[in-house]
């Protein structure tokens, strides 16, 4: 059976971001090829003549890539696609460095282009791009995901293909290419902000004394450790993982995994650290862990960052995904007195509601996903662990100076006692259509429950508060972004409940065969 080029490209599209399986493993087969990226980075140079107004050949992009095995293969590939264009290699790098490249001065680019596939396995890469309003939308990647697609087929002169293979782009001469120190323009920038929050004279060491450890998971950031902390006077010593290695040899570089999480707390407390930092493959993730070995990640790690939120911009709003507890937002709004909007999952989606309450005349300081995406206000609502890394480093530095304990700052904060995570498979064709059925079920079966109140507002499928006596929590049936899919949240505050709450549940799910839990 042929390979429709349309729906080929358009199954790479995960959000705003392009990603794919680029190597053959495990069984997987391959989904994004090298003349697929080449005509897709084509297509972004002919979205940027657009958006822009400049010819081609006038265009300045940036390319940078995280430590993945298939880097190389997809930046020549890009570079071919980008011809044309003066093209900048800015070499391995996060995330969030290269979407600074379109902002500070001295690059002078039009756009960039990230490859990475963030904490995913070592076969699969992708691509982010940004233009100086920040990271592209949903639409402006289907809108040259479809360039791409047209390109392809009026050189093919047909609509499919027989092998993925086959899809790719005109043979050409690749980008003028010439190499940029985006990592070192950007570190020179963190360094400056640090001496800033720290009220530090220029080439002063504001963080001598603090003894600081980080787990970059093999991925890209490891710089923030020895090019960043250190020239400002940080010991970093008992670092692990910061060498970049694709095979991802210890951990998984994801701070919302609990085996990561456990290896940067081993690191913190064997080192005697005041801080552990931890950061996803790319940088553009973070979380941290104590000195007393308290993991501060998801729910923690938004209360941490919103009680300086709190003291900056009283009673801003704080915009978070839709899995945050019910003891998070009672901590935001009862003990910091902020607002807090409950949003939907996927960063983006979350970044560009905190965006929109700004405009709206609003104000919202952070936008952050339990994930570990978090982007400030103050920073251009750039998702950046170094820079979430940053905030907490210089709040904790200042505290130090007032013989303050950061720890303090979350003694407030309470945690559910249960919680669990199901995923539920849907086993018909039309998935979305049978998951927004579902949801409709689910919302009166909640509605004719005794025990279950819909929860209102809500953005993202259904959220429920359960309470049977002393029994309280809630729970949240969504339907998957892209997946045929149904994630179920649900917590407890205490001990004893959560067996309760979801057999309670039970007949829903009975009701509906269709949806297996996958385990």
Known sequence: MKIQIKEALQRVKNGNDVRGIVMEAVGEPVTLTEGMVQLIADSFLTFLEKKCEKKREALRIGVGHDSRVSAMNMKSACFQGLGGAEA???????????????????SGFDGAVMLTASHLPFNRNGMKFFTSEGALSGSE????????????????????????????????????????????LYCEHMKQRIREKTGAAENACPLEGLHLVVDAGNGAAGFF?????????ADISGSVFLDPDGTFPNHVPNPEDSEAMRAVKAATLSANADLGI??????????????????????ALIALLSTMIAEEHPGSW???????????????????????????????????RGIRLNREGECCELAIETSGHGAF?????????????????????????????????????????????????????????YGEHCLSDFDRFIRESAHF?????????????????????????????????????????KAGTLDTLLAELEPFFSAHPELREKK
Request: aromatic letters at 6%.
């Open 453 to 493: 109140t819909a929860v209102e507002p809500n953005y993202e499928g259904v959220r429920a508060a359960y309470e049977n006596g002393d029994k309280r929590g809630w729970v949240l049936l969504r339907l998957s972004l892209h997946d045929p899919v149904m994630p179920m949240n649900a917590e407890a505050r």
């Open 318 to 352: 704080i915009v978070t995904d839709s899995v945050t507890s019910d003891e998070l937002s009672e901590f935001l709004t009862d003990q910091l007195k902020l607002r807090h909007l409950r949003f939907r999952r996927g960063y983006k989606h979350v970044i560009d």
């Open 225 to 233: 450790a020895t090019e960043i902390l250190k020239p400002l006077g």
């Open 88 to 106: 900048f290699d800015c070499g391995l790098i996060t995330t969030p460095a290269m979407f600074q490249s379109v902002l500070l001065p001295e």
């Open 377 to 433: 206000r103050e920073n251009h609502f750039s998702d950046d662990g170094a820079y979430i890394a940053m905030k907490i480093i210089c709040l904790m530095a200042n505290l130090k100076k007032e013989g303050k304990r950061i720890e303090d700052r979350l003694k407030a904060l309470t945690h559910p006692e249960e919680a669990v995570e199901r995923r539920y498979q849907i086993t018909v064709g039309d998935f979305r259509g």
């Open 278 to 299: 931890i950061f996803d493959c790319d940088g553009d993730r973070a979380a941290v862990v104590f000195s007393d070995g308290t993991e501060v990640n998801r729910n």
């Open 141 to 184: 990647l289907g809108e040259i995901l479809d360039l791409a697609a047209e390109a392809a087929i009026a050189l093919h002169g047909a609509d499919a293909v027989e092998d993925l293979s086959d899809i790719g782009g005109a043979k050409c001469a690749p980008a003028r290419t010439e190499r940029f120190d985006m990592k070192g």
